[in-house]
């Protein structure tokens, strides 16, 4: 399971978040079968959604981050629930590319350019803000495997003091490398103490977290009953049965006309019981 430690600093300036992902990615290798490029691009927004929803407030809510790039791994999407469980998908998972001109996986050419779009699910209008620091990094072995993976979050919390903003910005180089940091074995909280390197903080607690999915076969076919009936009919028609894949798990779920009729009836009782 990956971890993440959180902290504050003893003036309550800023918020830390760190987190060891290497379990998370590995799951989402198996799941997805991705090559190393495109490993190391859905491991980063695994990483970075798993982070920031922990910043949630309650049970119910989820975050969820999706890159809409112009490169040829496509569209990649993660979910977080509040803990912090973690669930992605990536829309080309066998892209690779040549390594860039460092030596290293060319996530940005793969990638590309486009949009990121954050959306928080709370039940109410709050946008995400005030993030001082992102540090993501993914390590991929030459067997496709993760050998390490992490990152970094800090939070500026209002009024707060311009001098622990000052130590953080010089901080920031150490963690250039934020995977190597736990490639060499560090823990979270020791990655806290090289981003707050000068500065006295606080730990609050460990979580952890792992890559989670939510799909369950009820929910897959209360979808299946927003298609028109219509719809419903050609597709059983033609093929006899319907077999929906989950984009993060990749569970297989299958339904024949007997099944959408206990689900039609299903959701007609709950109806009349509201």
Partial sequence: MAEIFRGMTADGSAQILVIRSTDIVNEAIRIHKTSPTAAAALGRVLTAASLMGTTLKD???????????DGPCGHVLAVSDYMGNVRGYIQNPHIDLPRNAQGKLDVGRAVGKGTLVVIKDTGEKEPYNGVTVCALGVLVGPDGACRAAGGVLIQLLPFADEGTIEKIEKNLPALSGVSRLFDEGKTPEEVAGIALDGIEYHAFDTLTVGYRCTCSRKRVGRA????????????LV?????KVNC??????????GADIEKLREEARKEKEAE
């Fill in 224 to 235: 299946l009953l927003t298609l028109s009936p219509y719809e419903l009919y050609n597709i």
């Fill in 59 to 69: 049970k119910g809510n989820s975050l969820s981050l999706n890159f809409r790039g």
């Fill in 238 to 242: 033609q093929e006899k049965t319907m």
């Fill in 247 to 256: 984009q993060f798990c990749d569970r297989v779920y299958e339904f024949d």
